[in-house]
């Protein structure tokens, strides 16, 4: 058993995360997570205008797992 997601994983996480990004109050240039300094400006930041959206803890969540998966 490996330690990090596949690559299939991954993109299903990045577009999931995308679905929910679209749904908020995120500026245009920081929806492409497939870009590590996104990733990390959206830990920081995306709590600002969207921490009482319904999907904020998803988001939050897969933001994590991807952040941690492209530190790798």
């Keep these: 058993m490996g330690d990090g997601m596949d690559q299939e994983t991954i993109r299903r996480k990045q577009g999931a995360l995308r679905t929910i990004l679209n749904l908020m109050d995120v500026p245009e240039l920081r929806k492409d997570v497939t870009v590590g300094a996104n990733l990390r400006w959206l830990?920081?930041?995306l709590a600002a205008n969207n921490g009482k959206?319904?999907?904020f803890d998803t988001a939050h969540t897969l933001l994590k797992q991807l952040y941690r998966e492209a530190r790798k």
């Design 43 to 45: 830990l920081r930041n």
């Design 53 to 55: 959206h319904p999907m």
